[in-house]
T-cell receptor, first 116, second 112 residues
């Protein structure tokens, strides 16, 4: 049963600390997305990769956030330094552009981040 | 800028009732539309995807329709069950980038 995995599932940290969230997309998928969900803003796209190349990170605060795909099996989202307003649930999703159901995105369980 | 709105924000119905969830969008130039379900504390599960050239899609007790000209999509749930209780989100693909723009969500509670 292929699924997107995310670690950690929960993270509590203090303001100013670095936070790294990891995502393992479904094997064979060529697109990876990072979303943030808050009560106030709902779901927002932060960054989008295709074939490991960043295609769109316009939704991401550039001064403190960075997203990378070191290899096809790992995507990372880093926040440095973290701030209380970054508290949210961060979702990773993957998909396969060019295959069957190519527009369907498969979501991971999310990382629930709390910055004190 | 595309804006996606879902009405109602919350809905409570007795078990067995048929119900309709609404999704409105401001820009009809969409690639396709997707309905998701989100359970508390969990990720999103894709329910149905409608291509821009289609009018509806069906899966079991779920039927989703799309009317691009009026900027609307509906999700029809037949014979609702307590297990259907969740937040339902619609999302638009704006084009070849595969970016999803999410609606505000409808929180559904089906009472046994």
């Amino acid at each position: 049963d292929a699924r997107v995995t995310q670690t950690p599932r929960h993270k509590v940290t203090e303001m100013g600390q670095e936070v790294t969230m990891r995502c393992q997309p479904i094997l064979g998928h060529n697109t990876v997305f990072w979303y943030r969900q808050t009560m106030m803003q709902g779901l927002e796209l932060l960054a989008y990769f295709r074939n490991r190349a960043p295609l769109d990170d316009s939704g991401m605060p550039k001064d403190r956030f960075s997203a990378e795909m070191p290899d096809a099996t790992l995507a990372t989202l880093k926040i440095q330094p973290s701030e209380p307003r970054d508290s949210a649930v961060y979702f990773c999703a993957s998909g396969l552009v060019g295959g069957a159901n190519q527009e369907t995105q498969y979501f991971g369980p999310g990382t629930r981040l709390l910055v004190l | 800028k595309q804006e996606v709105t879902q009405i109602p924000a919350a809905l409570s119905v007795p078990e067995g009732e048929n119900l309709v969830l609404n999704c409105s969008f401001t820009d009809s130039a969409i690639y396709n539309l997707q309905w998701f379900r989100q359970d508390p504390g969990k990720g999103l599960t894709s329910l149905l995807l409608i291509q821009s050239s289609q009018r509806e899609q069906t899966s079991g007790r779920l039927n989703a329709s799309l009317d691009k000209s009026s900027g609307r999509s509906t999700l029809y749930i037949a014979a609702s069950q307590p297990g259907d209780s969740a937040t339902y989100l619609c999302a638009l693909h704006g084009g070849a980038t595969n970016k999803l723009i999410f609606g505000t969500g409808t929180l559904l509670a089906v009472q046994p």
